[in-house]
């Protein structure tokens, strides 16, 4: 079935180490995204790439890195400089030309900081 | 992007209709209204879009008032599965550019027996 998958599910670090986190889509999707959730609170952009070896700053990047050398897979790195990393984190693509703006998401990798 | 105002929660008897409302006074002739749903620890599932015509699809109804400055998202029959929190957005769609949509803290739907 076509969709994005993140992984792992469930992670745990601890303070100083880098980690990535996985997101794949095998939608032929041209946008790729990271956003950060916190507990009741509303999603915000991490990081974002329109094409293949581009991608842009979001609200929240410092602390937090991506690469985009496959069309489709979009890892993102946090950091030991991010100083509160502990969150949910969700992955979405969505279509380029004559898109109807539709994100897509996958199920999330929730990462805590011992 | 147009900021948008949600309540914060809503509750809805199973079986009845539940009608959540969005506050866009400022939006834009060219900003479209999206509506997508976060069941708890899963990502977001979209739901419908529109500009200024009513639209219906298999989930969901979206109702946009003539002055475009508020919409009313409807799910006919509400089940217990519709419990989700609700993201009311705005923005414009412009192809050929990511869809960076912004996510606020949306309205937490109860459906109950």
């Known amino acids: 079935d076509g969709g994005i998958t993140q992984s792992p599910k469930y992670l745990f670090r601890k303070e100083g180490q880098n980690v990535t986190l996985s997101c794949e889509q095998n939608?032929?999707?041209?946008?790729m995204y990271w956003y950060r959730q916190d507990p009741g609170q509303g999603l915000r952009l991490i990081y974002y790439?329109?094409?293949?070896?581009?991608?842009q700053k979001g609200d929240i990047a410092e602390g937090y890195s991506v690469s985009r050398e496959k069309k489709e897979s979009f890892p993102l790195t946090v950091t030991s400089a991010q100083k509160n990393p502990t969150a949910f984190y969700l992955c979405?693509?969505?279509?380029?030309?004559?898109?109807?703006?539709?994100?897509?998401f996958g199920e999330g990798s929730r990462l805590t900081v011992l | 992007d147009a900021k948008t105002t949600q309540p914060t929660s809503m509750d809805c008897a199973e079986g009845r209709a539940a009608n959540l409302p969005c506050n866009h006074s400022t939006i834009s002739g060219n900003e479209y209204v999206y509506w997508y749903r976060q069941i708890h620890s899963q990502g977001p599932q979209y739901i419908i879009h529109g500009l200024k015509n009513n639209e219906t699809n298999e989930m969901a109804s979206l109702i946009i008032t003539e002055d475009r400055k508020s919409s009313t998202l409807i799910l006919p029959h509400a089940t217990l599965r519709d419990t989700a929190v609700y993201y009311c957005?705005?923005?414009?769609?412009?192809?050929?550019?990511?869809?960076?949509?912004?996510f606020g803290t949306g309205t937490r739907l109860q459906v109950t027996l």
């Open positions: 939608l032929n999707h041209d946008a």
């Open positions: 979405a693509s969505s279509a380029g030309q004559a898109s109807t703006g539709e994100l897509f």
């Open positions: 957005i705005v923005r414009v769609l412009t192809t050929g550019t990511a869809s960076k949509l912004t």
């Open positions: 790439s329109q094409i293949v070896n581009d991608f």
